[in-house]
């Protein structure tokens, strides 16, 4: 295994809070309505309110998941700009509904994959990259003395932003040509990895 390239004063492991920047409300309501009539029911998320227009199986699988419930609301809008939206669905529905939406209102928002079948649009100015900056900057750090760790289309900005970006190993392609080290996957404890790493060449 390659020891990290750099020394790192303080390990930020970001998967992090990606904070709530305000969006025009057309962009909004496209993204809601194409997701409708393309049978996925969207998940509006607001100041910490998660919100969809009807009840499903996703929906239900995502309760399960998350331990939370919903807000069932006809009208999504009007609970205010959401923080994110989530679609879940078929990977070819999702990829088609990004591409349908990304030439007239791509410059509103990032629309990233969490998951196979997770699509997430979000703020433009919204990412974890973004906020990994703003976490370290508040503690006194600078973007070298960080380290992000990933797999997944929506974890780039983070990785491309800290000074030591790692892919997991189950992590896509384009996080693997993003990073500079990888360890090993979720299943392997590829995290503990990385820090034991880190803490070993720190002495």
Request: aromatic share 4%.
């Amino acid at each position: 295994m390659r020891k990290p390239a750099v020394l790192l004063p303080t390990l930020l492991l970001a998967s992090v809070a990606v904070a709530a920047c305000h969006r025009a409300a057309p962009v909004d309501g496209a993204i809601a309505t194409a997701a409708t009539a393309a049978g996925i029911v969207p998940s509006w998320h607001n100041a910490g309110t998660w919100a969809v227009t009807t009840m499903g199986p996703t929906v239900e699988r995502e309760m399960e998941v998350t331990h939370e419930e919903p807000l069932v609301s006809a009208d999504l809008a009007a609970l205010g700009a959401p923080s994110k939206i989530l679609l879940i669905g078929p990977r070819p529905t999702l990829l088609a509904l990004r591409a349908a939406l990304l030439p007239a209102h791509g410059a509103a928002f990032n629309a990233v994959f969490s998951h196979d079948t997770y699509l997430e649009f979000l703020p433009k100015r919204a990412d974890k990259g973004t906020a990994l900056l703003a976490l370290a900057a508040g503690r006194g750090l600078s973007s070298t003395q960080v380290a992000a760790v990933g797999d997944g289309e929506n974890d780039l900005g983070m990785i491309r932003a800290a000074g030591l970006g790692v892919a997991m190993g189950n992590a896509i392609p384009q996080v693997h040509e993003a990073a500079a080290w990888r360890v090993a996957s979720n299943e392997h404890a590829g995290v503990a990895e990385l820090i034991n790493a880190v803490l070993w060449a720190r002495g």
